[in-house]
């Protein structure tokens, strides 16, 4: 963030040469700018660059009001809140002004009386774009004094008439003048709320009960919903969605790649290193990248499957909390067993089922079936992970030190140097390793750790493809011919 301008007045301020611009213009040239100077337009935003971003683009650039249309965890309200990056960073404001008036464009009666009396003197301050933006998550007992606004009983008693505009609270959409205003979930909006909002998408103005007021608000009105023919808590009248300029539709990650991106970026496997109370430093627990792509393809499944209610969709959160899940298992055995630092192995994906059952709704015709099919789903991406990477490495010579009777002990609580010590020297580790973990460095504390990750896993894709036996019994695991 930049420091605000040093202008304090009117007068400061038209010398200065500043042009004032409503939101729509000041979002259309920003975003201009960024188109032509190559620049990401809404950063953060993953999987949407060819489908949803074009659109939203287009529609800003028209100067529309925008719907967004998705099943749950599609990225809607962050897409929403990227918008602020395009306003301008810093804005003049009336000091003061309870609705962000610009100190060219007065619109209540108390700014058009000090503009008079103070003329080039008027007092001036500067809000941040990130202080231009308003949100309110529809609740059914959402009202219009929330939303426009209503008599405040206070300015009343102090000796106002009723009459007075000045006697008006603002409720949160003239509060969000000159900036963005956000509805989540406006199908939950009770309808005879929804007509409050008519006059504001068209007209620009605002009613509140029987006064004679008219403030032509300047804003961008953006809402998101989920598809009509899922929720059946409400609907989006038709008058208001008749006055947004657009409809646009999000979806989840089209392509693997960009469900791997999605989850590298949300998910929160990278916790910086931790200090305990005594001074003990803990390392930042590490999710292999062959795990997280199994995390990915197994959310993916999901999303796909038959026995899941396509309706209700499957969230991003759901592979981002199975990620943490997974780093939560390896930091719980790294402490039982005080490895220095904590890496994920396959004994700890079974941990997301249980973790992750609440986040999927399932057809009425498989209820009392739902571990079943998560568990086989995750077998299933487990042998898809293991046939991408794996595909045409000779692991003979490591399946036949099984067939000469070894059995290796395995689950949530073994360490990493247990793991090693029961396999002995292990052929072909570093092919394995160059395979499943290309960009890791495989020196330094985390070496014991990623080399048990990347055998384990081979050892799990062996017995997947039937070339390994394997028993499982509560959290422990054995690997025999």
Partial sequence: ????????????????????????????????????????????????????????????????????????????????????????????VLAGSEINEHPYAPITPAAHRLTAELGDDLPISWKHRSERYGEKLATPDT??????????????????????????????????????????????????????????????????RGYQLRLPLDLLLVASANPEDYTNRGRIITPLKDRFGAEIRTHYPLELDDELRLIAQEAAVLWGDETDGDGTAHAAPLVPSHLIEVV?????????????????????????????????????????????????????????????????????????????????????????????????????????????GLLVESGDTVSADRLLEQLGTIPGLSSLLERLEPDSVHEGPATVGIAAAAVEFALEGLYLNKRLAKDSAGSRTVYGA
């Avoid at 004032?20 to 935003?45: C, F, S």
């Avoid at 981002?320 to 780093?327: C, H, K, L, N």
């Fill in 1 to 92: 963030m930049t420091e605000a301008p040093d202008i304090s007045t009117l007068g400061a301020l038209r010398a200065s040469g500043h042009v004032h611009r409503v939101v729509k213009a000041e979002i259309r040239q920003n975003l201009i700018a960024r188109l032509a100077a190559g620049e990401l337009t809404l950063p953060g935003i993953v999987g949407f660059s060819d489908t949803v971003i074009p659109e939203v683009e287009r529609a800003l650039l028209a100067g529309h009001d925008i719907v967004l249309l998705g099943e749950r965890g599609q990225g809607k309200t962050r897409l929403i809140r990227t918008l602020v990056g395009l306003l301008d960073e810093w804005t003049p």
């Fill in 143 to 208: 009202s219009v004094g929330d939303l426009i606004g209503d008599i405040d009983p206070i300015k009343v008693a102090e000796g106002r008439s009723l009459g007075d505009p000045e006697t008006v609270h603002y409720g949160l959409v003239p509060r969000t003048n000159r900036g963005i205003f956000a509805i989540n979930e406006l199908p939950d909006l009770a309808e005879r709320i929804q007509v409050a909002m008519l006059n504001v998408l068209e007209e620009r103005d605002i009613q509140v």
């Fill in 296 to 404: 990915a393809r197994f959310a993916r499944a999901v999303r796909d499957a038959p026995q899941v209610d396509q309706r209700s969709g499957v969230s991003a959160r759901f592979a981002i909390a199975a990620v943490e899940t997974v780093a939560a298992s390896a930091v719980r055995r790294a402490a039982i067993n005080g490895e220095p630092i904590a890496v994920a192995r396959v004994a700890d994906l079974p941990a997301i089922v249980p973790a992750s059952r609440g986040k999927v709704e399932f057809e009425d015709a498989d209820e009392g079936r739902e571990f079943e099919v998560l568990e086989h789903l995750l077998r299933r991406a487990i042998a898809e992970t293991y046939r991408a990477r794996l595909a045409g490495l000779d692991l003979r010579p490591l399946q036949q030190k099984f067939d000469a």
